[in-house]
């Protein structure tokens, strides 16, 4: 039997968020339910409504960046109890049986994860997220939220967090390694405030000056705008690791040359069109040119933890629901730092 909760809802590609209803299903022996309590936004959430990354079906409720508290729990659950703070990310189910998700790293499944919203789930209803007041939720996807992290800012490390941490991690930032962030969003400011608890040697590169403040201030050495092309050539063979979170077009090679020797650039911002590179840019120096996404759950359980013993928590602003549609189109115009996050008491059905 389902049951109905509060939503903020789109009902086409291009309309106004709405307040109203989705459906959540029975809880199941191995379900948590959870009422959210804090959801962040994510520019992706747009992306996805607008229908930049294929076709949706509609009522859609989405975000990934969920906070929450238990409220039930089915009754083979063994790692969550009522009342316990939990989050969920952005993904919600995976095969759990492929070699990627045996081995932990279910953002890769073979057969594909399923997406928090927007996706075909198990029983063929199509998922909502976290624009709601609860969600039920297999408790392998579920995520115990460190007490030291404060509630109304977790969030957001259900996405932007680990999606910047996993490539940190991939690529070995640490002491001795210099890293490039490219872009200070919602991502961009987590990945520098990550790196810089690493260990690592930290430059921001984004397209004005505006955020050099900010930079330095999370713990990065230097931050350069990129609109000076002159920066090509002064940072040329300067990085080790470069982080790409912006969506935006990029020239592939001018970034590609910013590499030192065998170094990565890791990308987890989505351009809606192909990158362009020369290859020769690659054999030069044996630069890789590299993707990444999210992580698993227990990288991200790992990444929780991390940000819990070194007080990294990202910069928020919490908002009302009535005022999404304002902050959907702040994102669109970069003015907010660096997270907006729904308070869903304020979510009417």
Request: glycine share 10%; charged share 20%.
């Amino acid at each position: 039997m389902t049951s109905t909760v509060a939503a903020i809802v789109a009902r086409t590609p291009d309309g106004p968020l709405e307040a109203g209803t989705v459906e959540r299903r029975e809880v199941g022996p191995r379900d948590v339910r959870i009422d959210i309590v804090w959801a962040g936004i994510c520019h992706s959430d747009i992306h996805t409504v607008r229908g930049d990354w294929g076709a949706q079906t509609y009522p859609l409720a989405v975000g990934h960046e969920i906070a929450g508290v238990v409220a039930e729990v089915g009754a083979e659950v063994d790692r969550f109890e009522v009342g316990q703070r939990v989050g969920v990310g952005c993904m919600v189910g995976s095969c759990r049986e492929c070699a990627n998700c045996r081995a932990g790293r279910e953002q890769y499944c073979d057969k594909g994860f399923t997406d928090t919203y927007g996706a075909r789930d198990a029983d063929g209803t199509v998922t909502q997220g976290g624009y709601t007041s609860a969600i039920v939720v297999d408790e392998h996807f579920v995520l115990s939220l460190p007490d030291a992290l404060p509630f109304e800012k977790v969030a957001p490390l259900l996405c932007a967090g680990i999606t910047t941490y996993s490539p940190l991690r991939r690529w070995g930032a640490g002491p001795g390694t210099r890293v490039a962030v490219v872009g200070m969003g919602g991502l961009g400011h987590m990945a520098v405030k990550l790196a810089v608890a690493m260990g690592a040697e930290v430059t921001v590169l984004s397209q004005t000056s505006s955020k050099r403040a900010d930079a330095l201030a999370f713990g990065a050495v230097a931050h350069h705008a990129t609109s000076d092309p002159a920066v090509f050539d002064e940072l040329a063979r300067s990085f080790d690791l470069i982080i790409n979170t912006v969506s935006a077009p990029l020239d592939v090679d001018a970034y590609l040359g910013l590499l030192d020797f065998a170094g990565t650039m890791a990308n987890v911002g989505a351009p809606p069109e192909p990158a362009a590179m020369s290859v020769f840019t690659l054999f030069t120096n044996q630069r890789s040119f590299s993707g990444s996404t999210i992580g698993g759950i227990a990288e991200t359980q790992q990444m929780l933890e991390f940000c819990a013993e070194h007080g990294i928590v990202p910069e928020v602003e919490v908002i009302r629901a009535d005022q999404v549609n304002d902050a959907w189109e702040r994102v669109l115009k970069s003015d907010v730092r660096y997270r907006f996050v729904i308070d869903t008491a304020t979510l009417k059905g």
